[in-house]
């Protein structure tokens, strides 16, 4: 194995600064989800194993079978519309959404035909979507500082702070200002937090109409444009030329296993994955594959002890979740809505778009984010060839 | 006075009212008027939750039309432009929650101190001068905010109120597309009056009476000067004002007399003072739906804001009545016709915050604050988006304010 040659401190920094980001941001989202399906902490533990040991097995494999720095983890945005869709989805019918959405993914992947489907949907709709879904999140940051001023002022401040001196350890930072503010002014305890081994628990699948066209399509659409097509363009940008075929097919494989246990599917990362693909991980682009495979080592043994996680999160008010949810978001909230809104050609459609999803209305059972897909591509189709642009241009 | 800007003229606003009317700005212009109308329940919920005589609050909302209303006429008639004129939501909230505490009387005094403030701000050209030092990226984004809930209130019907929600919105979108000359909202509205007598609506509960804004002596108290009066200048000048002009700046209006709308709104404060109405000033989500390209050309538009309000003032003495047909009308009604008439403009504001890749974060903040609808010391969501969306985007952003030393120095040079 080249791997004893190639190892390097920096590199193994790069994986567990992309792990330590994700269990400090991104999985705050997927916190609020599994609040809002009222689960208990067994279950929440075995979603955490599962998202964590899916992003560890596809993550250590590809980047050494590829050697390139492939980091995976859980689609974000799709922890995201889970919140929206919960409780009034089952966990069965869930575990069924994840199996269709991977089989999807799967069938696209195999088939080589990632990049024809990513031109198929017009740009502005696929970032009004995931920017409705995203909104809800940036604007709980504000509702928490009417009930918890104190809590959510210093975290907002922290969080401005850390992103202006140090932009790549922000959200930790901000993880860890944000425990001590609410230990000292809210009043949390961490007893509860000790070093245990997770257990996963097997979630039979239950396959409906309703979970397939509210969760298993939306999850897929914002998967491929919200992880995948940001996660290929950071590693292009770095100089890697490998084909999305492998990775996309190996991460929806992995989807299909740990779906049982409660993981949401399994995508390249986009929030962190930079890290580990820049010049910071190793000076020798060859050799920055370590850091991807550190990266999965590293949620290899945040899988492990899921259950202290779970524990740390649970014992913290629902606010602080909810702010650090909301700023963790602040970036892919900015960049998506000005993805739509430099889209000119068809930015009504895209701004129905934003609306019916933000809105959270759901109807004859399906979530808004599907109504904000469908009303957006009806009007993508009556409006946009009579598109004309508002006065001021 | 030098600083509050110069109009057209009101001897010829009669005439030229007649000959830009059209159909368009008439429609929106009544859209308009009856969104205002609607807001007078806010202060009937408000006041009664505050625990005020209902006769007072009758009082309180004819007030407000009426002298609102007046002032309504004159700003878009001497601007030519869509200057709809209100009074601001926060401060009615405010005012009745006070009114228990410190009194009527001192509260009144309060808001005239607070118009004093507001009449300065104008006259000594303090406000075109924030207007400018604000990036307008960060203006639009707090504006989107704003106006993104009757976005989502249009929305909300769906899920109640489906058959005629989907009928209203759809009859909007298609005939957009099929009718240039009927403009879009009328039909909207007349699909959804026709579903309303399709179905049976129940007008019984409807009686008619007739009552007048009455005048009252103001007092003046240092504790309700802080507890009241001034937060409601802040809301005057920080909030309800660059509201107003951002929106007609991002509607695409060059020459806005900042000055002369906060000025106007002052001396209104002022003078609603005495008739037991706590302000009047600009009204945002009126002005939206006036200024938008469906109350047709830019030149013409100034007209719905006249509509809006010959509306408010025609209506105030009959308040009661109009009050029993809002409560006929159900809910859904005003919130899809408000939120399709406000469609283009959230639209068009949100292209301008965040289409220019100049101030975004700061102009993110400002959107989320604004649309989290929060209040915090008693000031709404608006000002602390500003602020907040100023000072995010001078931390993150510092080098996109170099047009703030640029413009000085092309002023220098020029």
Redo the contacts between chains.
């Keep these: 194995m080249r791997i004893h040659k190639d190892w390097s401190i920096p590199a193994i920094t790069a994986g567990f600064v992309a792990v330590l980001i994700s269990y400090s941001g991104p999985l705050a989202i997927f916190f609020q989800a599994a609040q809002s399906a009222e689960i208990s902490s067994a279950m929440m533990t075995s979603w955490v194993w599962a998202i964590s040991i899916g992003a560890a097995v596809s993550g250590i494999f590809l980047s050494l079978w590829l050697k390139v720095p492939v980091v995976t983890a859980w689609s974000a945005p799709g922890t995201a519309l889970l919140v929206t869709l919960f409780p009034g989805l089952s966990l069965n019918e869930a575990v069924g959404a994840y199996l269709t959405a991977a089989m999807i993914i799967f069938v696209i992947g195999i088939t080589g035909s990632f990049d024809r489907i990513i031109q198929m949907i017009p740009p502005g709709i696929a970032s009004a979507m995931m920017a409705g879904i995203l909104f809800q999140f940036g604007v709980g940051i504000f509702i928490s500082l009417e009930s918890v001023p104190a809590l959510a002022i210093g975290m907002i401040i922290a969080y401005l702070l850390f992103k202006r001196l140090t932009p790549r350890y922000s959200l930790v930072l901000l993880l860890v200002v944000g425990i001590a503010l609410a230990i000292l002014l809210e009043g949390a305890s961490l007893d509860g937090v000790a070093i245990q081994l997770a257990e996963p628990q097997f979630i039979r699948p239950e396959w409906t109409w309703n979970a397939t066209l509210s969760l298993a399509i939306p999850l897929v659409l914002v998967s491929l444009t919200g992880q995948f097509l940001p996660g290929m363009a950071i590693l292009r940008t770095s100089g890697y030329t490998t084909s999305a075929k492998p990775i996309v097919t190996v991460a929806s494989l992995t989807s299909f296993f740990t779906a049982f246990f409660g993981g949401i599917t399994t995508v390249i990362a986009a929030i962190t994955a930079a890290i580990c693909t820049s010049k910071e991980a190793h000076e020798d682009p060859d050799k920055r594959y370590v850091a991807g495979v550190a990266n999965g080592v590293f949620y290899l043994v945040g899988g492990t002890f899921a259950g202290t996680i779970v524990a740390l999160f649970t014992s913290l008010p629902g606010e602080f979740v909810a702010v650090l949810a909301g700023l963790a978001l602040i970036g892919a909230i900015t960049s998506n809505i000005s993805a739509f809104a430099a889209e000119k050609s068809h930015l009504e459609a895209s701004v129905i778009t934003f609306i019916a999803t933000a809105s959270g209305v759901s109807f004859l059972g399906l979530g808004s984010a599907f109504w904000g897909v469908i009303a957006g591509a009806l009007a993508y189709n009556v409006l946009h060839r009579r598109f004309r642009p508002t006065p001021q241009g | 006075m030098k600083h509050i800007e110069k109009g057209v003229s009101l001897k010829y606003a009669p005439r030229d009212f007649l000959r830009d009317l059209n159909v368009d700005n008439a429609s929106t212009g009544l859209v308009a008027g009856i969104l205002g109308l609607s807001v007078g329940v806010v202060h009937i919920s408000a006041g009664t939750a505050a625990g005020l005589d209902s006769s007072f609050i009758m009082i309180w909302v004819i007030s407000y039309l009426m002298i609102n209303g007046l002032f309504g006429l004159f700003m878009p008639a001497y601007y030519r432009l869509p200057l709809p004129m209100a009074n601001s939501i926060p401060g009615a909230l405010m005012f009745a929650a006070v009114i228990p505490v410190i009194g009527l009387e001192a509260a009144l005094g309060a808001s005239l101190i607070a118009g004093a403030i507001t009449l300065i701000a104008g006259l000594t050209g303090v406000m075109g001068i924030v207007m400018r030092l604000i990036p307008m990226p960060i203006v639009m984004g707090m504006v989107g905010g704003m106006l ?1 809930s009757f ?2 209130n ?3 019907p ?2 109640s109120a ?1 058959v005629p929600a989907s009928i209203m919105i759809l009859a909007f ?2 005939s957009s ?1 099929l009718f240039r000359k009927i403009p879009p909202l009328v039909v909207a509205m007349l699909a959804g009056i026709l579903y309303l007598i399709a179905t049976g609506v129940d007008l019984s509960g409807i009686a008619a009476t007739i009552r007048f804004p009455e005048f009252i002596v103001p007092e003046f108290t240092l504790g309700a000067f802080l507890t009241y009066g001034l937060p409601l200048a802040i809301i005057l000048v920080g909030m309800e004002t660059p509201a107003g002009v951002g929106l007609l700046k ?3 209006y060059k020459e806005v007399p900042a000055n002369g709308i906060t000025a106007v709104g002052g001396l209104g404060t002022m003078v609603s003072s005495f008739f037991n109405l706590h302000s009047t000033c600009i009204a945002a989500p009126m002005t939206g739906i006036c200024a938008s ?1 469906e109350a047709g050309t ?1 030149d013409k538009r100034w007209v719905a804001a006249v509509i809006a309000g010959a509306i408010f003032v025609v209506a105030a003495p009959f308040y009661g009545y109009v009050v029993s047909l809002l409560e006929a009308t159900p809910r859904y009604f005003i919130a899809i016709i408000a939120g399709l008439a406000l ?2 403009v ?3 504001s ?2 301008i ?3 220019g ?1 100049k101030h ?2 700061g102009a ?1 903040f400002a ?3 604004a ?2 609808g ?3 010391l008693g000031i709404g ?1 608006t000002f602390w988006a500003l602020v907040l969306g100023v000072v ?1 985007s001078a ?2 952003e510092t080098k996109d304010f170099e047009f703030i030393f640029t413009r000085e120095i092309a002023k220098k040079s020029g």
């Design positions: 993104l976005g989502l249009m929305v909300e769906l899920e489906i979108f298609i597309r991002g509607m695409g390209p830019h469609m283009r959230i639209t068009s949100m292209a915050a965040f289409a890749k975004e974060i993110l959107f989320l604050i649309a989290s929060i209040q915090i969501a995010v931390i993150f």
